[in-house]
């Protein structure tokens, strides 16, 4: 099993930042892609942004340019910089993985608990 501690979420006002950090741990054999989605109220989780194990990232379009993703791969972590930010960014986040946790070249979904970002303006 793999079990994701998410932390760094908060209330900030508009133009704020704030950093989440997610780190896994468990019987982790290899993790691929980690990433961050998030959920506002009364809408589907989406994907903010992700990173693969070689470093290449993707970000959904409302976040370029404000929001920078990274991991390290030494400690199975992922962070989450986030500037600028905006009212719309509210909502809770989640930290998700793709790790292998046996020998078969298999890779499953953990999801964190998540945690709560609150952008007045």
């Known amino acids: 099993q793999v079990q994701l501690v998410e932390s760094g979420g908060g209330a900030v006002q508009a133009g704020g930042s704030l950093r989440l950090s997610c780190a896994a741990s468990?019987?982790?054999?290899?993790?691929?892609?980690m990433g961050w989605y998030r959920q506002a109220p009364g809408k589907q989780r989406e994907l903010v942004a992700e990173?693969?194990?070689?470093?290449?990232?993707n970000y959904v379009d409302p976040v370029k340019g404000r929001f920078t993703i990274s991991r390290d791969n030494a400690k199975n972590t992922v962070s989450l910089e986030m500037n600028s930010l905006k009212p719309e960014d509210t909502a809770v986040y989640y930290c998700?993985?793709?790790?292998?946790?046996?020998?078969?070249?298999?890779?499953?979904?953990?999801w964190g608990q998540g945690t709560q970002v609150t952008v007045s303006s």
């Open positions: 468990g019987s982790i054999f290899s993790i691929t892609t």
């Open positions: 990173v693969t194990s070689g470093g290449n990232t």
């Open positions: 998700k993985v793709l790790a292998q946790t046996g020998r078969a070249w298999v890779f499953y979904p953990y």
